[in-house]
């Protein structure tokens, strides 16, 4: 699978993080240290070599990294370092001194110029970030930790950089029925399966609280995605489509505690994982494949909900194809069935982040399709809600000191 054994649960990113932290701070160290070797090597060498490109250099070096009045000092000092050392030569009214002024003085002004574009687009981008933060928040909201006595993670990983949001979608709902969920892929990209998105969640708010059966919930998203492809052009109109599963954890005859089941509705959707206590892994794969949400007319047989335990201790870890299509160097699939099976994980949480990184590790850091993670496990009695001091450990042991397979720093 192109791991080392047992890097599933390692430390987050830290070591990726620090060559490039110093490597920021070295460069906003640099125009200074220019300036001042550009001293030196005028005043150690003979008149004739002249350190004016050193001096060009500072303030368009500090630009991109400091503030405009650090620029500004920056671009100062360069000039006056420029003109004291003519002076100290004793050639300051020479034509090749006046030449070399007017250059770091021209430059010294781009810098602060170019400074203040490199600002206004940060503004911008962070005013973009902002607002695209929201409308993630709005279509796409994270579920609470604790809904209907049930721990719950999400993640929401998109390929393109800068990206919340595109075709993957998850929500989960506490409702009469008992606590109802749904994963899913859109097809295609950008604003049209945002959209797309935003009407599937809508209609399973709405189908979840007032639909008696999970049938029924996935009924009305097919005719929500129906009245949606009617007002889509080209291609959309006639290939639009949801892979989605559906989940439902019924509450007992009591309506406390659950009754040990959670039924599924799988419409062309990766199977969900049940990570047990012990554990062991088992994949949910549907009894009888069906098509995906928005393709029901070429269907010929009804959804059928199919009930599955669902013990004390187990984790339900539901996700869209960009993680079991996500590739490694040598185009292998990553297979999170087989990463998973055999480890125990603290929570939900800790399950998501262990995962999200062994992605990242599959894949040398980068990816090609979203990725949507949500993790639902159900408490044993007299567990806390959350462990987060405890260990990830394989299935049979804890793990060498210096971390074995699934331990966790």
């Not at 990726?16 to 005043?43: E, T």
């Not at 639909?211 to 929500?224: I, K, P, S």
């Not at 850091?365 to 990830?392: F, H, I, Y």
Request: aromatic content about 6%.
């Amino acid at each position: 699978m192109g791991h080392p054994p047992g890097a599933i649960g390692g430390r987050r990113g830290g070591a990726s993080r620090r060559p490039y932290g110093s490597a920021r701070r070295f460069l906003r160290a640099l125009p200074p240290l220019i300036i001042v070797g550009g001293v030196f090597f005028d005043v150690l060498t003979p008149p004739r070599y002249s350190a004016a490109p050193m001096f060009s250099a500072a303030p368009l070096i500090a630009a991109p990294f400091f503030s405009t009045l650090t620029t500004l000092l920056t671009g100062i000092a360069a000039v006056l370092a420029s003109v004291g050392l003519h002076v100290y030569n004793g050639n300051a009214t020479e034509i090749p001194s006046l030449t070399e002024f007017l250059t770091v003085l021209t430059v010294a002004v781009l810098a602060v110029l170019i400074n203040r574009v490199v600002l206004r687009s940060g503004e911008r981008l962070a005013s973009a970030r902002v607002i695209a933060e929201t409308a993630q928040k709005a279509v796409l909201p994270t579920p609470a930790e604790r809904i209907g006595g049930l721990q719950c993670a999400a993640r929401y990983e998109a390929a393109q950089a800068d990206a919340f949001i595109g075709g993957d979608l998850f929500a989960v709902q506490d409702t009469p029925y008992g606590v109802r969920l749904v994963v899913g892929d859109v097809r295609g990209k950008g604003m049209d399966a945002v959209e797309a998105v935003a009407v599937v969640i809508g209609a399973f708010r709405e189908a979840a609280e007032q639909e008696r059966t999970l049938e029924g919930v996935a009924q009305r998203l097919e005719r929500a995605l129906a009245r949606e492809g009617t007002r889509r052009h080209g291609l959309d109109a006639f290939e639009g489509f949801t892979t989605a599963v559906l989940a439902e954890i019924p509450r007992g005859d009591g309506g406390g505690a659950f009754d040990g089941f959670v039924r599924v509705v799988n419409r062309g959707h990766p199977p969900p994982l049940m990570l047990y206590a012990d554990g062991r892994l088992d994949t949910m794969e549907p009894g009888e494949p069906a098509l995906p949400l928005g393709m029901g007319d070429l269907a010929a047989w009804p959804d059928r909900a199919e009930a599955r335990p669902y013990p004390p201790g187990a984790t339900l870890l539901f996700y869209t194809d960009g993680l079991s299509e996500a590739r490694n160097a040598e185009g292998v699939f990553y297979d999170p069935g087989e990463r998973l099976a055999g480890r125990i994980f603290p929570g939900p949480e800790e399950l998501l982040d262990a995962l999200v990184d062994d992605v990242r590790l599959h894949t040398g850091g980068g990816s090609t399709d979203d990725m949507a993670l949500l993790a639902v496990s159900r408490p044993a009695t007299g567990q806390p809600e959350r462990r987060r001091t405890m260990p990830v450990v394989p299935q049979g042991g804890t793990g060498s000191p210096g971390g074995g397979p699934g331990h966790r720093p």
